[in-house]
């Protein structure tokens, strides 16, 4: 099968393997599950369910509604970049609602049995919350109906992101999860992440991020408004971190690769101590509610180190006989590293990008529904392609 670019919306630029990769799954022989359940959840979403309406006159417009949520925090500059660009587009609402702080390696955990606070944010253009949970509660709050006036968004999207979500690292990322939770309330989603290089990425590589995937973003709400976008499926996106030199998009598989874990032991003098941590929080409440010194040292340390991506673990061992009181304790700091790749398949996610394809992996929450998801959209990106502005 050759797919036409002439007419394409996508950016030339951009596509270059894509026919490639579209011809060899094409001329697979189709199959479908005799399973109707699984037909179902497949077909793509009515666009009745994918637009929401602005103003209330005859001549009013309608505007599909973007949710945009992140892991790294509200105040990211991939975040601020992706919503100036959707605003200036002026394409979609744009409604926003992510954690107050860092929090890329939280996972799929979600709050429960303790608050959650939500203040305003100020971001122009857009309709912005600031949550105190996790990616996945921030997803789950929008959609709750608690926030937002609208039932649901036509699209969800986790990004930009800082830092690689290909192969494993999905597991822990909270990125993914974020995106994930909005599949899991039968929205379609997008993660998008920037593969950040430590001492060489800069935030202008956020901005070039932002205008690569934006053709995608566009194509898939069109996607989703025309009925054509599968609804049980998320694209997990890695751009590589020179944007714009990038090779353009390729569909990928999910890889078994993940950055090597390093636990590196922190010294008693450098552990910074609860008397500077609770210094620099603006809620009393914390502070009331921090007054052990051991949990509060602690705790501060995992905080005061969220933004470097690492985990800090305390180790607490008895010194001399059982008897004796005196503990002695250890800390320890949990780092991410880059792993040489060896021997891995050129359409994983983490080769593609490696060799400076933005990588676009259709993930499902199903395992049994991925080669139905990854066909639906090999064929979305085959309509998508010659499609006219």
């Not at 305003?120 to 990616?135: L, Q």
């Not at 999905?170 to 309330?185: D, F, K, N, Q, T």
Request: hydrophobic share 40%.
């Amino acid at each position: 099968m050759t797919t036409s670019v002439k007419n394409s919306f996508l950016p030339p630029s951009l596509i270059s393997n894509l026919q490639q990769v579209l011809a060899t799954r094409n001329d697979a022989p189709a199959h479908r599950s005799h399973d109707a359940a699984v037909a179902d959840s497949i077909k793509p979403p009515s666009s009745s369910s994918s637009s929401s309406s602005l103003g209330s006159g005859a001549g009013e417009i309608v505007k599909p509604v973007v949710l945009v949520t992140n892991a790294d925090g509200i105040e990211s500059s991939g975040l601020e970049f992706l919503v100036q660009a959707l605003v200036q587009d002026a394409r979609c609402q744009v409604c926003v609602c992510a954690p107050r702080s860092d929090r890329s390696v939280s996972g799929h955990s979600v709050t429960v049995s303790e608050t959650v606070s939500v203040c305003p944010a100020e971001i122009s253009g857009a309709v912005a919350f600031e949550v105190s949970g996790t990616p996945a509660d921030c997803v789950s709050l929008a959609m709750s109906g608690a926030l937002f006036s609208w039932a649901k968004p036509a699209l969800v999207i986790s990004g930009i992101n800082r830092g690689s979500s290909s192969g494993r690292n999905m597991l822990c990322s909270g990125a993914v999860a974020a995106a994930r939770e909005a599949l899991i309330s039968g929205v379609p989603s997008l993660c998008i992440s920037l593969n950040w290089k430590k001492d060489v990425s800069s935030e202008s590589n956020m901005k070039e991020a932002v205008s690569v995937c934006l053709p995608l973003i566009h194509a898939a709400v069109k996607g989703v408004q025309n009925g054509v976008f599968p609804n049980s499926c998320l694209l997990n996106i890695e751009i590589p971190s020179s944007p714009l030199a990038n090779k353009g998009f390729k569909l990928t598989r999910q890889s078994v690769w993940r950055s090597s874990l390093s636990w590196q032991a922190v010294s008693a003098i450098k552990h910074p101590s609860a008397g500077h941590f609770m210094s620099s929080q603006q809620s009393l409440g914390i502070k009331l509610a921090q007054l052990s010194r051991d949990a509060s040292a602690a705790g501060a340390a995992r905080r005061l180190n969220s933004h470097r991506k690492n985990v800090e673990v305390e180790s607490v061992g008895v010194a001399g006989k059982p008897s004796s009181q005196q503990t002695v304790k250890k800390y320890f700091r949990l780092e991410f590293l880059d792993k040489d790749l060896d021997n891995v398949d050129e359409d994983l996610d983490i080769k593609a990008v490696g060799n400076g394809f933005v990588s676009i992996t259709p993930l499902s929450v199903s395992p049994t529904l991925q080669p139905e998801v990854e066909t639906s959209i090999s064929n979305w990106f085959a309509g998508a392609l010659t499609r006219d502005h």
